[in-house]
Structure formats: C-alpha cells, structure tokens
C-alpha cells in the first residue's frame, strides 16, 4: 500500500518561504515521477510541479516558475516543494501524488496560508 506523508505547511507572510516535504512509502520510489497539486477554498485542484523519477526533469506551472524548486532524494524516498516569494494567491491546501503500480495515490495534505 503506497502511502504519502505531507510536512512543511504553516502561515508565513505575502514574500515568504516554505519548505515542504513529502516522505513515501510503499512503492519503488524512484522508479516513478512525483507531482505536488494545491487546492484553494473554492477551486479545483491544479497541478504546480513535477519532476521525472532520476529528478533530472523538473516542471512547474507558469505562476509558480521562478519561484517554486521540486527536488527529490530517491535514497530517502522524499519529494520537497522549495517555496519562495509567497503570494496571498499561493494559499491552498498541497498535496503531493504518484501514479504508481496499482492507480492514484494523495498524501493527506498540508496546508499553507500565506497573509498579505
């Protein structure tokens, strides 16, 4: 059973960073691509970065670029979310996601709150 821990959120002021982190287990990590998704109040969820299973190939959604780094340690098992330059708009609930083996797997989530 693949399982998706989230760590990292909080509340942190408009220009700020975060570090998040996602710890897996339960599926042969780095054989597979990585995603982080958010979700605002009221919005579906979107997609704001990926990055390939060897972590040579890192992508990011337009508002994010330049801003957010993915990065992974496959000896560890973790996938992170380097955030700098917070925005209000930034604030969602993230989640990290794998499509393994056997279908979708979410993490729990972690929220992030950023303040004007």
């Known amino acids: 059973q693949v399982e998706l821990v989230e760590s990292g959120g909080g509340l942190v002021q408009s220009g700020g960073s975060l570090n998040l982190s996602c710890a897996a287990s339960?599926?042969?990590?780095?054989?597979?691509?990585m995603r982080w998704y958010r979700q605002a109040p009221g919005k579906e969820r979107e997609l704001v970065a990926g990055?390939?299973?060897?972590?040579?190939?890192?992508s990011y959604e337009d508002s994010v670029k330049g801003r957010f780094t993915i990065s992974r340690d496959n000896d560890k098992n973790t996938v992170s979310l380097e955030m700098k330059n917070l925005k209000p708009e930034d604030t969602a609930v993230y989640y990290c996601?794998?499509?393994?083996?056997?279908?979708?797997?979410w993490g729990q989530g972690t929220q992030v709150t950023v303040s004007s």
């Open positions: 996601y794998v499509r393994g083996r056997r279908g979708n797997s």
């Open positions: 990055i390939s299973p060897d972590g040579s190939t890192p």
């Open positions: 339960g599926l042969a990590f780095s054989n597979y691509p």
